[in-house]
Nanobody
């Protein structure tokens, strides 16, 4: 499995921005599908955004136009740029690395709190 370490979470006011990072300990990072998920208190974990090997992306409807996922294969890092944050974006954000039949790894998460 792959070790993933998230960073960049914190407290931000509504309308503000944060950039999350997830560093992976693997030499084959470019082969993985990387995703960001989130889990709010009392709710199930949900997909936020995903980026594929060819850098194509998918987003949950609730973040389209506000969040951008990107990857730097040289740095073995995936990013989530979050703009126009809302209180309902408050959650623990998790990074995921996936490779069919081989890898499905999770980071420990980083807390994002949107509050005035």
């Amino acid at each position: 499995q792959v070790q993933l370490v998230e960073s960049g979470g914190g407290l931000v006011q509504p309308g503000g921005s944060l950039r999350l990072s997830c560093a992976a300990s693997t030499s084959v990072f470019s082969t993985y599908v990387m995703g960001w998920y989130r889990q709010a208190p009392g709710k199930q974990r949900e997909l936020v955004a995903r980026i594929y090997r060819d850098s194509s992306t998918t987003y949950a409807d609730f973040v389209k136009g506000r969040f951008t996922i990107s990857r730097d294969n040289g740095k073995k890092t995936v990013y989530l740029q979050m703009n126009s944050l809302k209180p309902e974006d408050t959650a623990v954000y998790y990074c995921n690395a996936f490779l069919v039949l081989a890898v499905n790894s999770w980071g420990k998460g980083t807390q994002v709190t949107v509050s005035s």
